[in-house]
């Protein structure tokens, strides 16, 4: 892992906060179906001003006050932890660089540098 480039750790970061915004998009828009801030803080025990700001697309919330949250609109979070560390199969071009790609489960091998793959 200490020795992985840099644009496979940003990658890995940008999905995570990716991963985040999405889980709190979807309760908001679960929330919105449902009832209003003012329920949600109700239901949670704190103002409807912190509920707002919670829902803005610039926050940072704890896992926290997303269960909290979640509970308070009658939703479950599903996380999970998936290992992207794991060693990726390398192939080598003609010109001796070496490449990483995603394997979907399958054996796969590289012919040539065109993108043609085929299965082993």
């Known amino acids: 892992m200490n020795n992985e480039p840099f644009e496979v750790v940003q990658a890995r970061a940008d999905a995570l906060v990716e991963a985040l915004e999405d889980l709190k998009f979807d309760l908001v828009e679960l929330r919105e179906k449902r009832m209003t801030q003012k329920d949600v803080a109700e239901r949670m025990g704190m103002s ?46 003609t010109s001796g660089e070496d490449f990483t790609f995603m394997d979907s489960g399958r054996d796969v091998i590289v ?5 043609v793959m085929a299965d082993a």
Do not use: C, H, K, W
Request: charged share 25%; aromatic share 6%; no cysteine.
């Open 48 to 93: 409807q001003s912190a509920v707002s700001q919670f829902e803005r697309y610039d926050s940072n919330p704890t896992l926290t006050t997303l269960r909290r949250y979640a509970l308070a609109v009658g939703a479950r979070l599903r996380i999970e932890v998936v290992d992207d560390v794991e060693e990726q199969p390398v192939a080598t071009t």
């Open 111 to 115: 012919t040539d540098m065109t993108g």
